[in-house]
């Protein structure tokens, strides 16, 4: 397994920005976000492999993903925030069987990095 590190959360007005890093101590083709709100199932926010990107629906056009496979990166820049974007966000990598956005699909997962948006 890799070791995946996040940064960049924080709190945020709505209808601001923020960019999260996930950078992973090996190299990875898939590299992938999901989030989790408190008593809420972890969904798919978005995914990158060989710089083709997946979105999962509540994302509504607001946030790109990117991936710098020369630091074994990926980024997820969020705009247009809105308070129900308001959880914990994970980076995952090492894709297995599955589809792209389903969290079983990924074997290795980071601690975590909160974002919080208030109205």
């Known amino acids: 397994q890799v070791r995946l590190v996040e940064s960049g959360g924080g709190s945020v007005q709505a209808g601001g920005s923020l960019r999260l890093s996930c950078t992973a101590s090996g190299y990875t083709t898939y590299m992938a976000w999901f989030r989790q709100a408190p008593g809420k199932e972890r969904e798919g926010v978005a995914a990158i492999v060989t710089n083709s990107p997946w979105y999962g629906d509540l994302t509504k056009g607001r946030f790109t993903i990117t991936q710098d496979s020369r630091k074994n990166s990926v980024y997820l820049q969020m705009n247009r925030l809105e308070p129900e974007d308001t959880a914990m966000y994970y980076c995952?990598?090492?894709?297995?069987?599955?589809?792209?956005?389903?969290?079983?699909?990924?074997?290795?997962w980071g601690q975590g990095t909160q974002v919080t948006v208030s109205s």
């Open positions: 995952a990598a090492q894709k297995v069987d599955g589809h792209i956005l389903d969290p079983q699909s990924y074997k290795s």
